[in-house]
């Protein structure tokens, strides 16, 4: 079983910057990638970022530019930096891990709330 605490959200205004942290424990052997997705209030749950335990990445069309998604793999951490932070990115953002047999684990979710 993989557990993961998100942390780093917050409120800021449009053009900040925030960082959130993704803590992964638990059996990390078997994850081949992880992510984050968001949803914000009465839509669905949207692809945010990806990172594969090769370090490739991608991203939504509409962070792409704005958004970086890294890991510390000694910390088991994964990170997705947010610039030029826009309202419309105002959602739950929650960190995911795909383990090599098709199960997908994810974390509580971190309110990120951006004021224009």
């Known amino acids: 079983q993989v557990q993961l605490v998100e942390s780093g959200g917050g409120l800021v205004q449009a053009g900040e910057s925030l960082r959130l942290s993704c803590a992964a424990s638990g059996s990390m052997s078997n994850i081949r990638a992880m992510g984050w997705f968001r949803q914000a209030p009465g839509k669905q749950r949207d692809f945010v970022a990806i990172i594969t335990n090769g370090g490739s990445t991608n991203y939504a069309d509409s962070v792409k530019g704005r958004f970086t998604i890294s890991r510390d793999n000694a910390k088991n951490t994964m990170y997705l930096q947010m610039n030029s932070l826009k309202p419309e990115d105002t959602a739950v953002y929650y960190c995911?891990?795909?383990?090599?047999?098709?199960?997908?684990?994810w974390g509580q979710g971190t309110q990120v709330t951006v004021s224009s």
């Open positions: 995911y891990a795909d383990a090599a047999i098709g199960s997908r684990h």
